[in-house]
């Protein structure tokens, strides 16, 4: 094998290689200043992980649809744990408390969960199934195909968890996230 050809065999797998992503353990801040872990999740079927601001249009756009989810699927076992890397304790409360989120808020105030788990857009989110094992990550991606909601076709949480209920593979367990591009400090 000659060194151009090797180089395209390390370039190939790095994009059709596993991705599979580990799932990171938290304990972060509440908005009753509880600190909450996935351990406080063990008895669920599994989360719905959702990475948001307050400040992007677009995770905006998406909180009556995450509201929804909440609603329709915390009943099912998955409930939605949202986690806001980049504004404040202070801020997120206050927003929070003015719009009365019926989900879990959580605030990484550091940043570290978010850039451990790779997150780079708002509403990135991930569809965790609770295994024997510990969690396990059953899809990554976008909510849904359009974030202002008038043209929705796919659901792609809404159909990853109703497969995997379903005992049947998910179909599609990655797609790109839709949001602003989250700011890291240094």
């Known amino acids: 094998m000659n060194k151009i050809s090797l180089v395209f065999l390390i370039l190939l797998s790095s994009f059709t290689g596993d991705k599979t992503k580990k799932v990171i ?3 972060l801040k509440n908005m009753s200043e509880k600190l909450v872990s996935l351990a406080d999740f ?7 992980l959702i990475f948001v601001t307050n400040e992007c249009p677009v995770s ?10 909440q609603k329709n699927f915390a009943i099912k076992g998955f409930p939605v744990v949202a986690i806001d890397p980049t504004d404040s304790f202070e801020e997120m409360k206050k927003v929070s408390e003015s719009r009365n989120y019926p989900y879990q808020f959580l605030c990484d105030a550091t940043q570290e969960i978010s ?5 780079h857009t708002n509403t990135h989110t991930l569809v965790l199934a609770s295994t024997k094992r ?3 990550i059953i899809y990554e991606g976008a909510i849904d195909d359009d974030y202002r909601g008038e043209a929705i076709t796919r659901k792609y949480v809404e159909d990853a968890i109703t497969q ?6 998910v179909i599609m367990p990655k797609t790109n996230p839709l ?3 989250i700011t890291y400090r240094e």
């Open 42 to 48: 063990k008895q669920e079927k599994g989360i719905i």
């Open 60 to 69: 905006e756009m998406y909180q009556k649809r995450i509201a929804d989810l």
């Open 179 to 181: 949001g602003c591009t």
């Open 134 to 136: 510990g969690f396990r």
């Open 164 to 169: 995997y209920l379903s005992k049947k593979k």
């Open 25 to 27: 353990d938290f304990s």
């Open 115 to 119: 850039k451990k788990y790779g997150i």
